[in-house]
């Protein structure tokens, strides 16, 4: 719980100061004095009478009011000196900064609690324990460094690890990066990541609250707060970029379908991520320089122009943002061109990249800058300018700091001289401007920021789908597989369209069931869960007489319950399926079936319910996209007939919890119908 108290505090106690600044407890006083905290600070050292030339208290009985307490103590004496605190001084806030709690063992999880209910029963705030501390423009209560310099115009950044946020804002302060807050939340034991979210998304203030908000997540326990809060910010015109570490393959769970070997906590992550607008990155440079693109101005399109003195550099960015999907447009004669060409120097480049030499000059810059803002067909702009370490390029970098806050298009500067011209640099980034040293990650964190979906809109359950029906099939059921008859009603409840079907038991129900269904027809065994193991799929049934052949056969394979009769369709192979992820919900995958999801792994996914829109973002996630939609005059496949079958299969899903797992492959699929021809799904309710 968030609160005034550790946000904006009067008073500050250090429980456990020292004079030795080494140590926790004076590192923060430290930090405090140093970063100009205008409040008071009261020191707690039994040992000392002054601290760092603060006067220091015996004890915390000893304390007057204080509004917030930093506790750098064992983790034995924790528990009573929040109880004295919130009891005797009317604390509420509290900073925990100690160890020895939940990550150690039970009795440490115990105390832990113990802790977080006196902090709850008193409305107080608790920030770890465990962790490095808070940093708000007001105050640094931290025991670490770097501390940045804390601006309103900067990133909240809210971690659950403490060393990895010092590491991330290491990562951060020389592209330029600034930060408004930095939460260090630790163990969580009363307030984690997603409160933190919570506040600053309730608190929101348009023109005074940070547009960027970053996230470092271990544990997601609360994922549709994350969901609500990170989509309400994204809404309101916020940025959020988040690393979600702990979501490897280990995690994974072995399962009987497709599905369930495929789903992960981190494809539940992903969906999540997706679903709320959030980028999400891998790893700290990668965090950070997603951050910077947040503090640009937005690009509205994907064609980007390369602004460069140095080839190499060009080339490589090029082949980052293509590989993402934008676009480095040809620059056709035009007389814009015609000018800006006859300004520069003899054997500078005006296609694109557009390469000015090593000589170019800052005016040249500026009419480049100029004609691509006004006059070529571009979003944006990547500059790179570097220097040999010949003569100084001060005056280069004053402009483009200039042309980055009068262009209406958005400019991500390159300037990886970090030795040559440090002193130029550091001066074009007091400015209050980013930099770029990397082109590569630039060029990969900016695909990531524009093949992000916006948070998904809230959606009426579609008028074709009846929970109620749903739920009286459903109510039909027993837990584990379920039988075909049970699949087609759901399927075709919410308009997943199928092969014809029928079930027989017997030799003459076969017979006419092929009849019914027509020629040429497939044959497959009822009952075993992997039906090719057993051979029991007989593809392209000709006649009766091959009908009553083949139902011997597969009526004899052990585990039989009776013999299918299906319509044999053709078209591209495509995969769709679904796995309940305990707190999650449905995360659904698509993708295309056969080699692409047994052995290449190509699906995307999304978190039921799913709207037309993210269905859609799905599909053209795929690497498999290409081949979907047609390629080298072959027949590509209704995307948007295959999107309504994901709405409507998350729709079943939203209304039916007791399905845990839900295989559609293949689904045959062709540019005018789509068509289910094997599914399994089973079902698992909870003890009652």
């Not at 676009?327 to 500078?348: D, M, Q, R, V, W």
Request: charged fraction near 20%; aromatic fraction near 6%.
């Amino acid at each position: 719980m968030i609160n005034r108290q550790l946000l904006h505090p009067k008073s500050i106690a250090i429980v456990g100061a020292s004079n030795t600044i080494s140590k926790p407890g004076g590192k923060i006083i430290k930090n405090l004095v140093d970063f100009g905290f205008d409040g008071e600070i009261y020191a707690v050292n039994p040992k000392e009478t002054q601290v760092q030339g603060i006067p220091s208290f015996s004890s915390v009985e000893e304390l007057p009011s204080v509004d917030l307490a930093v506790l750098a103590i064992p983790a034995k004496f924790c528990l009573e000196t929040v109880r004295i605190l919130t009891e005797q001084n009317d604390t509420k806030a509290f900073i925990i900064i100690s160890a020895g709690f939940g990550e150690t063992d039970d009795a440490g999880k115990k105390l832990e609690q113990e802790i977080a209910d006196i902090v709850n029963q008193n409305n107080a705030c608790l920030i770890g324990p465990n962790c490095v501390g808070v940093m708000t423009p007001q105050h640094t209560s931290v025991f670490t460094t770097p501390v940045p310099k804390l601006t309103p115009d900067g990133c909240d950044f809210i971690s659950g690890s403490g060393a990895t946020a010092v590491f991330i804002i290491e990562s951060g302060i020389p592209k330029g990066l600034r930060f408004a807050h930095v939460f260090s939340v630790g163990n969580s034991a009363q307030t984690g990541v997603e409160d933190v979210l919570q506040y600053l998304d309730e608190n929101y203030v348009e023109g005074q609250s940070s547009k960027v908000k970053l996230l470092y997540i271990e544990n997601i326990d609360n994922p549709d707060k994350l969901l609500i809060h990170a989509s309400s910010l994204i809404n309101k015109g916020c940025k959020i970029a988040a690393i979600k570490a702990g979501s490897s393959s280990a995690g994974s769970r072995a399962a009987s379908s497709h599905t369930g070997a495929l789903t992960s906590s981190d494809a539940a992550v992903e969906a999540l991520f997706r679903k709320a607008g959030i980028v999400r990155c891998y790893g700290r440079e990668e965090l950070t320089t997603v951050a910077s693109v947040f503090m640009c101005k937005e690009l509205k399109g994907r064609k980007l122009a390369i602004v460069t003195h140095a080839g190499g550099p060009g080339v490589m960015l090029t082949d980052a943002l293509e590989d993402g999907g934008l676009k480095i447009p040809h620059i056709g004669e035009s007389s814009a061109k015609t000018i800006l060409k006859e300004k520069l120097f003899s054997g500078s480049s005006v296609e694109n990249p557009i390469d000015f030499l090593a000589t170019g000059t800052a005016a040249q810059l500026g009419e480049i800058i100029d004609t691509c803002e006004n006059d070529f067909d571009v979003d944006g702009m990547a500059v790179i300018f570097g220097s040999p370490g010949l003569f100084p390029i001060g005056d280069v970098y004053n402009l483009l700091s200039e042309k980055m806050k009068t262009c209406r298009k958005p400019i991500y500067p390159i300037l990886p001289s970090l030795i040559n011209v440090k002193e130029d640099v550091a001066h074009f980034l007091s400015h209050g401007n980013v930099n770029f040293p990397d082109e590569v990650l630039l060029g990969r964190a900016l695909t990531k920021v524009i093949n992000t979906p916006n948070p998904a809109p809230k959606k009426d359950t579609p008028g074709f789908v009846s929970s109620v029906k749903i739920r009286e099939i459903i109510g039909q059921t027993e837990n584990g597989y379920q039988p075909p008859e049970i699949i087609h009603r759901l399927f075709d409840e919410v308009g997943i369209p199928r092969v014809k079907e029928i079930v027989a038991k017997t030799e003459p129900e076969a017979v006419l069931a092929a009849l019914e269904v027509g020629f040429p027809l497939v044959m497959k065994v009822v009952g075993p869960i992997h039906k090719t193991d057993v051979g029991g799929v007989i593809l392209n049934v000709r006649n009766t007489s091959e009908v009553r052949k083949e139902f011997y056969h597969l009526n004899e394979i052990e585990g039989s319950e009776g013999v299918l009769i299906a319509q044999m369709a053709s078209g591209t192979e495509l995969f769709l399926g679904a796995k309940y992820e305990q707190n999650f919900g449905h995360i659904i995958l698509c993708g295309m079936g056969g080699i692409f999801v047994e052995v290449l792994k190509d699906v995307s996914s999304g978190l039921a319910p799913l709207s037309k829109e993210e269905a859609l973002s799905m599909i053209k996630s795929l690497k498999s996209y290409k081949i979907l939609k047609g390629y080298r005059k072959q027949p590509g496949v209704n995307i948007s007939g295959f999107a309504d079958i994901i709405v409507g299969l998350s729709w079943l899903l939203r209304f039916a919890t007791e399905i845990k797992e839900l295989d559609i492959n293949p689904f045959l699929g062709n540019e005018n119908e789509i068509l289910a021809v094997d599914a399994r799904l089973r079902i698992e309710r909870l003890p009652s």
